[in-house]
T-cell receptor, first 113, second 116 residues
Framework: GNSVTQMEGPVTLSEEAFLTINCTYT??????LFWYVQYPGEGLQLLLK?????DKGSNKGFEATYRKETTSFHLEKGSVQVSDSAVYFC????????????FGTGTSLTVIP | GAGVSQSPSNKVTEKGKDVELRCDPISGHTALYWYRQRLGQGLEFLIYFQGNSAPDKSGLPSDRFSAERTGESVSTLTIQRTQQEDSAVYLC??????????????FGSGTQLSVL
C-alpha cells in the first residue's frame, strides 16, 4: 500500500541551527513527493515538491531530495529562523491512483531566538 | 474567490445533533478532498471526489459520515448524530489533475468542529 512515515516531534531548535526532518515512504510505482507546511493559525500550504527520483525540491531555504533507493524525502534547512516555527507534513501522491494524497502525521518545529 | 473557502469556520454542536460543513473549491479544480485533523495529530483522509467518477469513500470512519459534491463545484460533508470524538478541524482541499500526479493541493482554512 501507500504510506508516509515521518519523524516524531516536537522538535525545538535554536535560531540558525541546522534542521532535518526525516520522511520515508511506501508506494507503488513512481509517486510525487511533497512537503506541506502549516504556520500557526493558517491553513496548509505547499512548501516544495519533487516528481521523480533524484529531483531536489527547494523553497524558502528548505530542500528535500527524492531518494528512490532509500525511499526517503528528508527535509533540510541550513539555518532556521523563528519564522520557520510551524508543523511540517510529508506527503505522497502515487502515480496510479488519480491524484490521491497520503500524508504523514506532521512534525511540529519550534525555533527559539 | 481566489482560494478554497470553507464554512462555517467554527461550529459548536451538542452530542447527537447533525452538522453540515461546506467547501467551495477553486474554480476549475476537478479534484476535491476532505481531511480530518484531530488536535495534535496528522491529516486523516476522509473522502476524495474527482470529476464525475465515483468518489473514494475509503476514509470515512463510520456510516454517520457522508459527503456530496455537485459536478465540479461545492461539496458538503455531513456528520449525523455527532459524537465527542468527532471534534476536530475538517479540512477541504482542491486541485487540478495531472497525469503524473504532481499537482499540488490548495487547502481551505478548515472548520473547527466542537461537539459538547
Amino acid at each position: 500500500g501507500n504510506s508516509v512515515t515521518q519523524m516524531e516531534g516536537p522538535v525545538t531548535l535554536s535560531e540558525e541551527a541546522f534542521l532535518t526532518i526525516n520522511c520515508t515512504y511506501t508506494a507503488t510505482g513512481y509517486p510525487s513527493l511533497f512537503w506541506y507546511v502549516q504556520y500557526p493559525g493558517e491553513g496548509l500550504q505547499l512548501l516544495l515538491k519533487a516528481t521523480k527520483a533524484d529531483d531536489k525540491g527547494s523553497n524558502k531555504g528548505f530542500e528535500a531530495t527524492y531518494r528512490k533507493e532509500t525511499t526517503s524525502f528528508h527535509l533540510e534547512k541550513g539555518s532556521v529562523q523563528v519564522s520557520d516555527s510551524a508543523v511540517y507534513f510529508c506527503a505522497l501522491s502515487p502515480s496510479n491512483t488519480g491524484n490521491q494524497f497520503y500524508f504523514g502525521t506532521g512534525t511540529s518545529l519550534t525555533v527559539i531566538p | 474567490g481566489a482560494g478554497v473557502s470553507q464554512s462555517p469556520s467554527n461550529k459548536v454542536t451538542e452530542k447527537g445533533k447533525d452538522v453540515e460543513l461546506r467547501c467551495d473549491p477553486i474554480s476549475g479544480h476537478t479534484a476535491l478532498y476532505w481531511y480530518r485533523q484531530r488536535l495534535g495529530q496528522g491529516l486523516e483522509f476522509l473522502i476524495y471526489f474527482q470529476g464525475n467518477s465515483a468518489p473514494d469513500k475509503s476514509g470515512l470512519p463510520s456510516d454517520r459520515f457522508s459527503a456530496e459534491r455537485t459536478g465540479e463545484s461545492v461539496s458538503t460533508l455531513t456528520i449525523q448524530r455527532t459524537q465527542q470524538e468527532d471534534s476536530a478541524v475538517y479540512l477541504c482541499a482542491s486541485s487540478l489533475v495531472r497525469a503524473d500526479s504532481s499537482e499540488k493541493l490548495f487547502f481551505g482554512s478548515g472548520t473547527q468542529l466542537s461537539v459538547l
